[in-house]
């Protein structure tokens, strides 16, 4: 596997990006890419990071929820091939339990939350873990890990 940007740039890839072609997020022009490259399946596994920097849980559980749309559209073109991890709200376990219920039977694989234990968004308690009621809609949880510094909640969010 290359990572070298000079060999995708070799590739085309941003002259292609130049020209609105996002291969990336185009699930036949992705594939043709892991066919050149020798890649038979891969796991996307989404934007935790990107929403846990917004300082606003209604915005990022909303970011989860059009980035898991938009994941399981991706993964419908070729499931055997595209593995999808669906991304769970996090700071507010009702509302991780309800996405998980709403992607179950999607075509992800599992969904994605903060490694119990290693930080507490929002209020949560570190033993919490999201992942027990998720086995039973088939959506089983993985625990990615946390980032850097643990995010601050809106004031809204606190109240």
Request: some cysteine; hydrophobic content about 30%; aromatic content about 6%.
């Amino acid at each position: 596997m290359h990572h070298r940007v000079d060999i995708m740039a070799n590739t085309g890839l941003y002259e292609d990006g130049k020209k609105g072609i996002r291969r990336p997020s185009d699930p036949v022009l992705r594939a043709k890419d892991m066919d050149r490259d020798g890649v038979q399946a891969e796991v996307l596994y989404g934007i935790l990071g990107a929403a846990t920097r917004l300082d606003d849980h209604e915005a990022a559980t909303e970011m989860f929820r059009i980035y898991n749309d938009w994941l399981a559209d991706f993964i419908r073109h070729d499931p055997d091939r595209y593995i999808g991890l669906a991304c769970l709200p996090y700071g507010d376990i009702d509302a991780a339990v309800k996405e998980i219920k709403r992607v179950a039977g999607s075509g992800c694989a599992a969904s994605s939350c903060p490694a119990p234990g290693t930080w507490s968004p929002c209020g949560i308690p570190s033993g919490s873990r999201c992942g027990r009621p998720s086995t039973r809609w088939g959506c089983p949880c993985t625990s990615t890990p946390s980032p850097p510094s643990r995010p601050t909640c809106s004031r809204s969010r606190r109240a």
